[in-house]
């Protein structure tokens, strides 16, 4: 696996390290899990954002409601 080196302060490597020692995961994996939930968390955050604007204008969330009413997705979930 390539790898590189990243400069982070003693703070953020202390927790880094507890977080490893706890979970049982090398510094690397927990680093790759941390930006994956930090990704992850913004992209929700984007999402929110969006509803927000789309609530923002009535008839603009008027049609995404009714739109979702009529729209039917087979993926299981009621």
């Known amino acids: 696996m390539d790898s590189t080196t990243i ?5 953020t490597h202390a927790r880094l390290v507890e977080m490893s020692r706890s979970s049982g995961d090398s510094i690397t994996e927990t680093v790759r899990q941390a930006a994956d939930a930090l990704r992850r968390l913004r992209f929700g ?8 604007e ?3 204008d009535p008839a603009a969330w008027a049609d995404y409601l009714s739109d979702a009413e ?3 997705v087979d993926d299981g979930v009621s």
């Open 45 to 52: 955050l984007r999402i929110q954002e969006q509803y927000a």
């Open 7 to 11: 400069r982070v302060d003693r703070d």
């Open 70 to 72: 009529t729209t039917h």
């Open 54 to 56: 789309l609530r923002s």
